[in-house]
Every structure is written in C-alpha cells, then in structure tokens.
C-alpha cells in the first residue's frame, strides 16, 4: 500500500476544512477526540451553536493553557468556553435533542466508513470507550453526519471501504467524509470524490481506497491553510 504521509493534512486540517461546511446558525455535535478540534475553525461571521451529549448548549473554542475551569466539560471531558446565551440541561433532555432530530449536523470520528455511509466507529479494544456511547442516536437523528479521518490506518489500510469488517455504529448514515487526502461524498451507495490533494492523482487515490470512487463533474483541490 502506497503512503502519501509527506503530503497529507494534519488533524487541524481536516478540522478547519469541516469547519467550512458548518452553516451559520447550524446545531451541531462534535464527537469525542478529534472531531473536538473543528469548534476551534469556525468560519467568521458564522455562529453555530454546539452541543455536548453531557448537557451544554452553545459552547465555544477550548480555553488557553492555565485559563481551564473544570467545572465547565464536554462529553469527552476536555475544558470548554462558553459563549453568550449558553444552557446548561440534565443529560436525558440532552438525548431527548439529539433523539428529537434537532441536531443539524453530527461530526464524528471513524474506523471505518462503507461506500454506502454505513459507519464504525467504536472498540472494546485497549484504550477505547468502552461502548458504543451516544454515537448510535446521534448518527440515526442528525440531519446531517459527517466523519473527519486519516484516509487510512497506521498500518496503512483503507479507512474507506466497500463493507465495514467492524462492529456498525450506524446503518447508511454518513453523507461526507473529511479525510487527510480528500473529500469524499456518499450519494446513491457510492462514494463520489468532491476534492482530493493536487499532487495525488485519482489513481493514486484510488490505490489507498477500499471501495470504488466515482466521480460526478469536476474534482476540485482540497485547498487548506498552513495551521
């Protein structure tokens, strides 16, 4: 398997490159980890509004370094801001505006993604949340869900396949992947390219991919900042 590591984007990359989708006024989750990051890009002039699964709405960027007050988490239990109009909820009426399909959009990470949107996304393994947690609800309510990602493991295996070979977190309910190399839409049981690095050319692409890319028009670069 070919590695593309000198050129990929960083975690931060992807994160800002999410952020660029989030409309303003948009209710949006951000999962644990790495989708956390995506609340430090938020586009100027646009105000989403974040939610956490543990009961806050409306909260903003981590905190600088010593200005952490512990009181105030989200539900991966990093420090969070506040912005103003923020709500503070029992974590039942948290999933009851998750189950409720209130949420426009849902930003998770992923293990594996299937070419028709079905998603894993969590292990027993060492190291891992030990359960599926709220993942399962929020994918099957957001109007919308997105998974940020390297396009491949360590190992350097597809991340995007044509079957998930893990445990399901949800059935056909991705609609766009973030990866390191590209943009990929789910449309029709396919995954259809929007954007991939200029210097990789589709083949290259394809060779790190697990299930088949189509194409619909023009494939623009994924254009991001040094961050």
């Known amino acids: 398997m070919t590695s593309f590591d000198d050129i990929k984007l960083s975690n931060a990359q992807i994160a800002w490159r999410a952020a660029q989708d989030i409309e303003d006024g948009a209710y949006v989750n951000l999962g644990i980890g790495f989708p956390e990051m995506v609340a430090q890009y938020t586009v100027e002039g646009r105000t989403p509004v974040f939610h956490t699964e543990n009961g806050v709405l409306g909260f903003g960027p981590a905190p600088a370094p ?57 292990s027993t393994g060492k190291g891992s949340i030990p359960a599926v947690g709220g993942a399962m609800d929020l994918v099957q309510s957001a ?5 940020v990602t390297d396009h491949v493991t360590k ?15 949800g059935v056909a309910c991705v609609t766009r992947i973030y990866t ?19 210097q990789l050319s589709f083949d290259d692409l ?4 697990g299930g088949e890319l189509k194409t619909d028009g023009r494939i ?8």
């Open 180 to 198: 390191s190399l590209a943009v990929v839409d789910i449309e029709g049981g396919h995954f259809v390219l929007r954007e991939k690095l200029p």
């Open 143 to 147: 109007k919308r869900v997105a998974v």
């Open 220 to 227: 623009a670069d994924l254009a991001v900042p040094t961050l």
């Open 66 to 122: 010593g200005e952490e007050d512990w009181d105030l988490i989200n539900a991966g239990k990093k420090a969070i801001t506040l912005k103003p109009g923020a709500a503070f909820f029992h974590h039942a009426d948290s999933f009851a505006m998750v189950r409720g399909g209130h949420l426009d959009v849902a930003i998770l990470g992923a293990f594996q993604v299937a070419e028709n949107g079905d998603l894993a996304n969590w």
């Open 206 to 209: 394809q060779s790190v991919t």
């Open 155 to 169: 190992k350097g295996e597809p991340k995007l396949v044509d079957r998930c070979s893990m445990p399901l977190t």
